[in-house]
């Protein structure tokens, strides 16, 4: 399998970032290393934080794109999810601290909440979710990001495990009532 233009700057950028801050890293450092034009660049991306973005959704939660299954083993991608970000933290905690127009914190949250308002609407069914529910979900999904960052600035100080576990029972508390159905112990075997 051929590797693309983007995955190609991607592990660019993975590279450079365990040398040169990230906030450091230019276009140019990334055409440099590659040996691509500008053009090829600005073809594949719309600037740095685009590419970084790419790399969160490719590198780190492959699994949690808006197409996921309502098959999803929401347990297992998530410590799929929180390995990946521990191969990756050097970049994680890096991106997750630069501030501004479309940095990755804000985008993490904005992902978050949108996948999983979809996925339960999914497992919801047909008709509109009530307002509460559509609440308890937004609030799950900013709770369990917020836990999630947290862990990564702080230097990971619990386990993959240790953090999925809590971050699925902190997602459960009160959903099983609204859902009638507990979507994430039912995915947690």
Not at 24 to 47: A, E
Not at 173 to 188: A, E, F, I
């Amino acid at each position: 399998m051929a590797i693309s233009m983007k995955q190609l700057l991607a592990q660019s950028m993975l590279k450079l970032c365990k040398t040169i801050p990230l906030t450091s890293i230019t276009i140019k450092h990334l055409l440099t290393d590659t040996g691509m034009s500008r053009q090829t660049f600005y073809n594949h991306f719309k600037d740095k934080q685009d590419l970084i973005q790419y790399i969160y959704e490719e590198f780190i939660i492959p699994d949690f794109t808006i197409q996921t299954p309502t098959n999803l083993n929401f347990y297992q991608s998530l410590q799929t999810t929180l390995q990946n970000i521990q191969t990756y933290h050097y970049f994680m905690k890096q991106a997750c601290q630069i501030q501004g127009q479309n940095n990755l914190t804000s985008y993490i949250y904005q992902h978050c909440e949108s996948f999983d308002m979809q996925w339960h609407q999914t497992l919801y069914g047909k008709q509109p979710m009530p307002k509460t529910l559509q609440f308890a979900i937004k609030y799950h999904a900013n709770a369990s990001t917020n836990m999630t960052l947290s862990w990564i600035l702080s230097d990971m100080p619990v386990s993959c495990e240790e953090l999925a576990n809590l971050i699925v029972r902190m997602r459960s508390l009160g959903m099983d009532v609204l859902l009638k159905t507990n979507p994430y112990q039912s995915r947690h075997n």
